[in-house]
Each structure stands twice: as structure tokens, then as C-alpha cells.
């Protein structure tokens, strides 16, 4: 979309304001509003903001940075409808003063490295499949919304605000290929249509801003946290992957001759993401509370390995229709909805290109139950485990210096900043869990 399309779809949708989207470097999504009247001014020139008070962008004697829309990005926020006019967002890049691309912004982290992919020849295209719960509000406790489970027939309203969520990311472009409930009382899944990686993560961004604001108007409160309820199943983010020739739009993940129908590249690229998965975790669950979900026993995987039909592997190779090639990828299990999905692509690519360039051997496929393995079976088949909290993924982010070169100096030494402090906060807490098992000793 050009700019003069941009001004010629707000007027024809009577919009007085626009919103100028944009993520701190946690994923939060942020928004500078502005009237309509300063549109064509801002999508000259851009919109300035103090970059200082966004968490880790930049220190205040460098906090003049600017905004610069995407215009593909335009739509009207359907929630926001109002005979007196419309609002419309546009999802922006961040710029310094000098012109050039703010190296802080993750919008920019990731288009960096999908340059990198296309200078190789590839387009990178993702398809996420994001969990999150509803919770009724005004309770003492996290109550959720209903006590149904996985593919359970839809009550009345789970029904009616499931329609109005997939109504309302249609009206963004997002098409909704299906969604259900999950295992636990009051979780769910919205799948939409693989795509290339960075409209894909901007249709993240605007999914979780969408369940939100659908939620909040039945009376719900939405969350993407990945283990809000003891003893409940998480909420998880599978991620699918493939990689296209940019020249024949050919898939190149897949190969007829191979037992698993994929090809070498595709081999190279899961070896890559295993490689480097424990420097990758603090990108791809980032929370402290992340790692309470990933234990045994609720599906989510903790061992690196890969497989064709073993949903405890960490990587998976989904089945697909045989006359349906382009349909070839790989499934990464160990995501969760909390991660900044700009910075979450980014990682994933640069290290599946890696493992391309540098040839990386893949180890053998593991099909059995690895949850049942002890651990001197684990041990003698080299399977090793994902880093059991945020202070050790930590420690393997310092250590990976493809993530310093896929994140950038700038953020990795920031990212590293404000996860050490989260870690260091948690840690001087004092739980209910902890009163209870000690007061009395």
C-alpha cells in the first residue's frame, strides 16, 4: 500500500484518529495517537517521541527517536467504531535522529535478519498457533472463565466471543484458518494462516491487543502468561516453519525422496535451532514464570531433540498431504505467547540459517516417549534439557554470540540488563508457598 492509498482509505472510513503502533523491547505494544489532519505530515516525516522512557530504548541524554509507519499496516480498530469517527492504527518503524533505523527497535532486529535470508535466497515464512486464557474478573483468585477442555463443544459464550475475536482480526486481515478450546478450563487457541515472518509477527502484536480488548468488553480478562494456574496446563506458542525459494516460490524444506519428505536444508536448519536453542530461551520464553511451564508431564518439551510423531521432542515434523509439498515444515514447541514475536522470528531464523552455512549435522530422529527415559538413558543418547529458569537461560544468552549478532549490540546488552533485574526481583521474594512450608521450622 502507497501513501496516497493510506489518505484515501481514512477518509473513505471517516477516521479522525490514528494510532502509531509500535513494541518496547519486551513486546509490550505501545501507541502515540494523533488526528488525522497530521497524517500526511507524519507519514512524511515521522513522529517523534522520547525514546528514554520506553524500557530499554535509549538513555536520556539520546531519547529523540521517531516514528515511521508502515502503510501496509493501516486498518480501522474495529472496537473503537464510533458514529462521531474512527480510529485506525499503523504499526511503525523507529528511527534515531540521523535517519537511520533505530538498531533498539525489534521491528528492525527482524527485518535485518530476514535481509540476511533473502541475500541467501530464502523468504522465511512462520505460522504461530498462540494459547491464552480468559479469566472472569472482579475475583480474589484467577477464576477461569468456564471448565471445559481440549476440543470441547462451545457453550453459548465461549461461542459468542471466540465469533466476535475472529470478526475482529478478520476486519485487521488476519485470516483465521480455526480455533478451539485447549486442555485446561478457560484456555483456548487462534491459529491464522502462515506467512512471511514480519507481517506475521505484526498479526501477533494485533491478536493479542484483540483477544484483550474482546475479552475486556464480556467482562473477561484475557491472559497470554504462560503458566498462570498451578497444576493447569500452560499456554504455549508452537511455532511452524519453512523456508521459499525467493525465485520459484518453491518450498525447500521438502524433498519426495527423503522418509521424512524433507529436504537437507531443512535438516540444516533444525540441527541450527537445536544448537542454539539454550541461548535462544530467554528470547522465546522470557519470563520467569515461563519456566513453570516447562516441566514434564503437561506436553511442554523440555529435551532437545527432534521427530516426526513424538509431541515430547522439541522440534517436530508435522504430517502433511502428499500432493500438498509446500505444506513441508517444522514445528518449534518450546515457545510461549509472553515473547516479543519480532525478536522471537528473529532468533529462530538466524539460527536455522546458521546451521545452513555451517553444514551442522542433525542428530538422530527419537520417536519414543522421552518424559519416560531416566536420566542415565537421557545421558547415553547425549539428549540434553532446556535451561530450567530464566537466571540460566540468561546465562546461555551471555554465551551465544550468534544471539549477540542476531539481537545486536545495542539490545542484546539491554535485554541481558532487564532480564537480569526481573531474575534478581523474583529471587527476594517471599511466596505463600514458602510461609506455609517453612513458618514453622
Known amino acids: 500500500m502507497e501513501d496516497k492509498e493510506v489518505f484515501e482509505r481514512a477518509k473513505a ?12 523491547m519486551l513486546g509490550r505494544l505501545k501507541e502515540i495517537t494523533a488526528p488525522v489532519q497530521r497524517l500526511a505530515d507524519i ?3 515521522g513522529a517523534w517521541f522520547d525514546g528514554s522512557s520506553v524500557e530499554g530504548f535509549a538513555r536520556i541524554h539520546e531519547s529523540d527517536l521517531y516514528l515511521k509507519p508502515d502503510p501496509a499496516t493501516y486498518s480501522v ?3 473503537l467504531k464510533s458514529p462521531d469517527g474512527n480510529t485506525a492504527r499503523l504499526i511503525c518503524d523507529i528511527y534515531s535522529p540521523d535517519g537511520n533505523p533505530f538498531e533498539g527497535d525489534p521491528r528492525f532486529i527482524l527485518k535485518r535478519a530476514l535481509k540476511r535470508a533473502s541475500e541467501m535466497g530464502f523468504e522465511y515464512n512462520v505460522g504461530p498457533e498462540p494459547e491464552f486464557f480468559l479469566f472472569r474478573n472482579g475475583q480474589e483468585k484467577l477464576l477461569p472463565m468456564d471448565s471445559d477442555g481440549y476440543f470441547d463443544l462451545a457453550t453459548d459464550a465461549s461461542h459468542a466471543i471466540m465469533r466476535d475475536i475472529t470478526a475482529a482480526l478478520e476486519t485487521f486481515g488476519i485470516e483465521v484458518e480455526a480455533s478451539h478450546h485447549e486442555v485446561a478450563p478457560g484456555q483456548y487457541e487462534v491459529d491464522f494462516r502462515y506467512g512471511e515472518a514480519l507481517t506475521t509477527a505484526d498479526k501477533l502484536l494485533t491478536l493479542r491487543v484483540t483477544v484483550k480488548a474482546i475479552a475486556h468488553r464480556y ?3 484475557a491472559s497470554f502468561m504462560p503458566k498462570p494456574v498451578m497444576g493447569m496446563a500452560g499456554s504455549g506458542m508452537h511455532v511452524h516453519q519453512s523456508l521459499f525459494d525467493i525465485k520459484t516460490a518453491e518450498n525447500l524444506f521438502y524433498d519426495l525422496s527423503d522418509k521424512y519428505k524433507l529436504s537437507k536444508t531443512a535438516y540444516n536448519f533444525i540441527a541450527g535451532q537445536l544448537y542454539h536453542i539454550k541461548g535462544m530461551m530467554p528470547v522465546l520464553c522470557p519470563t ?11 506436553e511442554a ?4 531433540s527432534w521427530a516426526r510423531i513424538n509431541r515430547s521432542a522439541l522440534i517436530r515434523v ?6 500438498k509439498p509446500n505444506s513441508a515444515r517444522i514445528e518449534l514447541r518450546c515457545p510461549d505467547p509472553a515473547c516479543n514475536p519480532y525478536l522471537a522470528f528473529a532468533v529462530m531464523l538466524s539460527a536455522g540459517l546458521d546451521g545452513i552455512e555451517k553444514n551442522t549435522p542433525l542428530s538422530e530422529s527419537v520417536e519414543e516417549d522421552l518424559y519416560k527415559f531416566d536420566e542415565a538413558r537421557l545421558a547415553s543418547m547425549n539428549i540434553e534439557t532446556l535451561p530450567s529458569s530464566l537466571y540460566e537461560a540468561i546465562s546461555e544468552l551471555k ?10 549490540g545495542h539490545l542484546f546488552k539491554r535485554y541481558i540488563a532487564i532480564k537480569t533485574r526481573e531474575w534478581n526481583e523474583f529471587k527476594m521474594q517471599v511466596t505463600p508457598w514458602e510461609i506455609e512450608k517453612y513458618i514453622d521450622i
Open 399 to 408: 554465551n551465544n554470540l550468534l544471539m549477540q549478532d542476531a539481537l545486536g
Open 318 to 323: 508435522p504430517h502433511w498431504f502428499e500432493d
Open 219 to 221: 467482562g473477561l480478562r
Open 301 to 304: 518439551p523440555v529435551y532437545i
Open 13 to 24: 472510513d471517516n477516521v479522525i484518529f490514528i494510532n502509531l503502533q509500535f513494541t518496547d
Open 288 to 298: 520467569v514464570n515461563s519456566y513453570k511451564r516447562l516441566v514434564t508431564g503437561f
Open 77 to 79: 480498530i474495529p472496537w
Open 43 to 45: 507519514m512524511k516525516y
